[in-house]
């Protein structure tokens, strides 16, 4: 167990439950950056919380403070109001409507993808009742109640699993709920279905056991999921010598959760309140952690955002490859550390060479 978990638990009391962690006395010398890090309080943020407890960023310099919030949206509003230099979210959904708004983030290096598919989910999906009538089949939600969280990439994810079904999206009942309080939502009934991400997908499929069925988990071709780290476009040309530390941590930090998943989910289990130690194994297990861009994740993205333009969930001028993503940095960080990548499959060529097609 690392040395920094006392002293990171009892930075974590101090800021009365915020996730804020350092790592270790010596990220406090005065020589070391400060970085805030804002991002999400669920499983897609794992490789940050081993990068902290690994002194990945430390050992190269960097303090960097973790601030875990629920959402995209708030994560975007941080970086707007200036209470974060970078924010961990989803480099297509969130990024385009950020930029829709004037909010004008980009994606540094993703840190959950699967860089061979063009769209692909693996850590969410759509949970259900049995006793509801719920099924796989998109038709048994005509006139259900879903629990989803609205604007976010639960919604992109429900809207496309109905439209597959031939399903129209107001012949459901959504409601809106925050996704830590879906798992009992559902089990006490309040709901037919949720759209969870990982971990509270594991929990719900746990606590409802027999009367739990796994509508949708980790599909391909409704969404393009690349969770990343997001930065305004003016502060990614100005700080590019820290970026690349801060890249380099957590392509270091993609490579431990690869390699030891397990040890991975222990880790989470410290930075996220509440969690069981079996739903992290068992989210992480569906979840991929490559840290490149390929042709294939850039035209997931583009058709991720341009999709939110066509249903109408943002108002913007049609999207381009070079709108979510600014390639300097990852691209020196990979080709003078190709040892972080080295367990990967090559990444495809062409895109007819991509899976996972929207």
Request: some cysteine; overall charge negative.
């Amino acid at each position: 167990m690392s040395i920094f978990k006392s002293s990171r638990k009892a930075a974590f009391a101090a800021v009365s439950g915020l996730a804020l962690a350092m790592a270790g006395g010596a990220a406090m010398a005065q020589d070391f950056e400060e970085v805030t890090f804002v991002l999400g309080n669920n499983l897609f943020s794992t490789p940050a919380f081993v990068a902290i407890e690994n002194g990945y960023w430390a050992d190269r310099g960097l303090n960097v403070q973790l601030r875990l919030v629920a959402s995209g949206r708030e994560i975007t509003q941080a970086l707007n109001a200036g209470e974060a230099e970078l924010g961990g979210a989803n480099m297509g959904t969130t990024t385009a409507s950020a930029r829709a708004s004037g909010n004008m983030l980009k994606g540094v290096i993703p840190y959950y993808n699967d860089a061979n598919f063009i769209a692909v989910a693996g850590g969410r999906g759509i949970v259900g009742r049995v006793d509801s009538g719920i099924t796989e089949d998109p038709q048994s939600f005509v006139g259900k109640t879903v629990g989803s969280l609205n604007g976010s990439t639960q919604e992109v994810y429900l809207r496309q699993f109905l439209a597959e079904g031939g399903v129209a999206y107001e012949d459901v009942e959504v409601i809106n709920v925050p996704v830590p309080d879906m798992p009992i939502s559902l089990s006490q009934g309040l709901v037919d279905a949720t759209v969870p991400w990982e971990p509270y997908l594991s929990q719900s499929l746990r606590e409802l056991g027999d009367n739990g069925v796994a509508v949708s988990r980790g599909a391909a071709g409704f969404v393009a999921d690349v969770i990343g780290v997001l930065a305004n476009e003016d502060y990614i040309a100005e700080n590019q010598d820290m970026l690349e530390l801060f890249a380099l941590g957590m392509m270091e930090a993609t490579q431990f959760v690869r390699e030891n998943p397990d040890q991975a989910a222990e880790i989470a289990t410290y930075y996220l309140d509440g969690l069981n130690l079996d739903d992290a194994s068992e989210g992480i297990s569906f979840m991929s952690w490559d840290p490149r861009i390929s042709i294939c994740t850039e035209e997931g993205l583009v058709q991720t955002g341009n999709e939110m333009i066509a249903d109408g969930l943002i108002n913007a001028e049609e999207f381009e490859a070079g709108d979510f993503s600014d390639r300097a940095v990852l691209d020196l960080v990979m080709e003078e550390n190709a040892e972080f990548i080295s367990d990967l499959d090559a990444l495809p060529t062409d895109l007819s060479e991509c899976q996972g097609a929207l």
